[in-house]
């Protein structure tokens, strides 16, 4: 198993009163909550964090991109990984970005990671992703064409990195004349190619198609539909006729290690529930917006009755749904042991700074979960590898 | 006042229709929230007019075509239904989106119109006149920025909802979305050729509509040449609900000056 870094970026410094005035973290909250100088020190603190992952032996760093909102301050996640690009030597960086279907340029993703792919001399991991539903009310994108734009995205900068150019592409929503990537992709074909969802099936039947066999990342779920989403990866595979290996399915998850558990929960305690409560906190109308989901998606939704932005949820509630991993080393390496066993992920990428979560904690957290846990699978792998 | 429900296939997409009454054609074009039901203003037009409701192509019952992109394909589709049905001097109605589409298809062609009324249209945007954002609204929102008269709003809040009519709700937001989103509720190229709808237009608007303010109805109306501008008070983004009389009145009234 790999262990990537994941950094969300928030605007620890929000205001926690907000929400008696406004209704959301994203879209609307006005910007004058932001301020700049606060902005300048957590931007230094948080890229300080993503190199010290790479310092402690995490075998890659992640990024990630929203856009207009406090949760996240990645709305050009490139920006972040290009001053990671020249700082760490090891890792692999991974933007788990871009949204392709905000773009009325794809090409300019193909050359930002062509550019990054070069720059790391091949240490990028290209994300491709919808973004969430908020997203398209930030940018003014249809989230009724969301679907059909991201496959066309996809398959312009495809070509663009892998067809001799120039060529012309003429698709419904992009159609260029001549489709020439300078720089090409370091790495041959392209860089590997990481697909974040929530839980989709198109999703997850396009991604592990034969002629893709992407990587699946299952964002910021309870282990059950964790379990679910992998199985139906395999399934899908099995479908197209040949197995998946771990290497294609990965699980992202806010961690957080400390000396006991005791010390764990109440160390964690406000920081995650600052996240859960204040910044992932958003109406339906903004996180679903007409078209994102299809009507046969959105209609499951209807029946069940859930959103991730339900009511106030605490601490005990995400650590019980394994929506977030809290504890002392032991109880850490027992419970993704038995995860991975039971679901088969290949990737596990802890979000290891949540919420308010303090540069202090947030960096002895990193180091026990480098130093006490991240070991006990190198061996393992190594153990299972022998056998 | 009795109705038909049947369907008909126009440009290979197959809709669902409600017709009722007798006399020369009405047209009329639903908006965003689609044409399930036969409601009581239809009702009184139905007893001046050969009364025809369609559900547009990825609304309600009817079928989302391939060629469904946006709304100016739906007024090419209207022309061809008008055609189709060998319909001439015909009344064409549109309220909201309804009133976009209508307006769209009277620039492409006038021929087989008799009247144009367009009530609360959108289509058009007028800079420093911010429409309401109904897909950021939650559905109460919505409903309550509906209305003028709150307990109208409050007892379309209260009448139960049955799951059809969810996902028919659902259906028409996202072909609302598919149409409408960016630019939000206007073509911006519309205005340019409002001045070729060459037959007598009746544009109506409520005084407190919170979707498509006011204001818009002086930008329609300086735009087609001779069109008359009435403003319905007390009344929001749906005169044809909340203010049905007054709404059946001029229209009816207005067609009747058409053929003096």
Not at chain 1, 329 to 337: N, S, W
Not at chain 2, 7 to 35: E, N, Q, V, W, Y
Not at chain 2, 162 to 185: G, V
Request: charged share 20%.
């Amino acid at each position: 198993m790999k262990f990537f870094f994941f950094h969300l970026m928030p605007y620890a410094a929000l205001d926690p009163d907000y929400d008696k005035k406004h209704n959301s973290a994203w879209v609307t909250l006005p910007n004058s909550y932001y301020d700049p100088k606060i902005g300048h020190a957590l931007y230094n603190r948080y890229l300080d964090e993503l190199e010290y992952a790479d310092e402690v032996g995490f075998d890659g760093i992640c990024v990630n991109e929203h856009h207009q909102n406090a949760y996240g301050l990645m709305p050009i996640p490139g920006v972040m990984a290009g001053a990671l690009a020249r700082r760490t030597k090891n890792v692999k960086i991974a933007v788990l970005g871009r949204a392709l279907p905000l773009l009325n340029n794809p090409l300019t993703v193909a050359e930002e990671y062509a550019m990054l792919d070069n720059l790391t001399g091949g240490r990028l991991i290209a994300g491709f992703v919808r973004g969430i539903g908020a997203e398209y009310h930030s940018w003014g994108a249809n989230p009724a064409e969301s679907h059909d734009r991201f496959h066309e995205a996809h398959d312009l900068i495809l070509r663009a990195w892998t067809e001799p150019g120039p060529f012309p592409f003429e698709g419904k929503y992009y159609h260029f004349q001549y489709v020439n990537c300078w720089p090409r992709p370091y790495q041959q074909p392209h860089p590997p190619i990481w697909i974040p969802s929530q839980g989709s099936r198109e999703t997850i039947e396009w991604a592990s198609a034969p002629e893709r066999k992407y990587t699946y990342l299952q964002t910021f779920s309870p282990v059950a539909a964790l379990a679910r989403y992998m199985q139906m990866y395999r399934d899908a595979a099995a479908g197209y006729g040949y197995t998946a290996t771990s290497e294609q399915v990965g699980w992202s998850v806010p961690i957080y290690a400390a000396e006991t558990d005791a010390i764990a929960r109440q160390e964690a305690k406000p920081h995650i529930e600052f996240f859960l409560n204040k910044l992932l906190r958003m109406p339906p109308e903004m996180l679903l917006p007409p078209g994102y989901l299809s009507l046969q998606s959105l209609q499951g939704i209807m029946q069940a009755k859930r959103t991730i932005t339900g009511g106030p949820q605490t601490i005990d509630d995400v650590i019980e749904k394994a929506v977030f991993l809290c504890g002392s080393p032991a109880t850490l390496r027992a419970k993704i042991e038995q995860y991975q066993s039971e679901i088969g992920f290949g990737y596990l990428l802890p979000m290891m700074q949540f919420g308010t979560l303090p540069h202090e904690l947030t960096r002895k957290s990193t180091e026990i979960f480098a130093k006490e846990v991240i070991p006990y699978f190198r061996t393992q792998t190594a153990r299972s590898a022998a056998e | 006042m009795d109705y038909a429900e049947t369907f008909a296939t126009i440009d290979g997409c197959k809709i669902r229709l409600m017709r009722g009454g007798a006399g020369s054609p009405l047209l009329f074009l639903h908006g965003a929230r689609g044409a399930s039901a036969w409601l009581p203003f239809m009702d009184e037009l139905a007893k001046h007019f050969d009364l025809i409701v369609p559900e547009h192509p990825g609304f309600g019952g009817s079928d989302t075509p391939d060629w469904l992109d946006n709304v100016g394909d739906l007024a090419y589709f209207y022309l061809d239904l008008i055609g189709g049905f060998g319909l001439e001097r015909v009344n064409l109605v549109g309220t909201s989106l309804g009133g976009w589409i209508a307006a769209e298809l009277a620039v492409r062609c006038s021929d087989r119109l008799r009247s144009l009324v367009l009530s609360a249209p959108a289509g058009i945007h007028v800079k420093g006149l911010p429409k309401g954002d109904t897909f950021m609204w939650s559905a109460a929102e919505t409903t309550r920025n509906l209305f003028h008269d709150q307990t109208l709003a409050e007892a379309a809040l209260q009448r139960p909802v049955s799951q059809a009519e969810q996902f028919i709700e659902m259906k028409n937001r996202l072909i609302m979305a598919k149409l409408t989103w960016q630019p939000r509720l206007y073509n911006p190229h519309l205005h340019k050729w409002l001045h070729r709808i060459a037959v007598p237009t009746l544009i109506l608007w409520g005084d407190d509509d919170k979707i498509i303010p006011t204001g818009y109805g002086p930008a329609f109306a300086g735009r087609i040449p001779g069109a008359r501008l009435e403003i319905i008070a007390k009344c929001g983004h749906l005169p044809q609900v909340e203010r049905s009389d007054e709404f059946v009145a001029k229209v009816v009234g207005f067609i009747r000056e058409t053929d003096a």
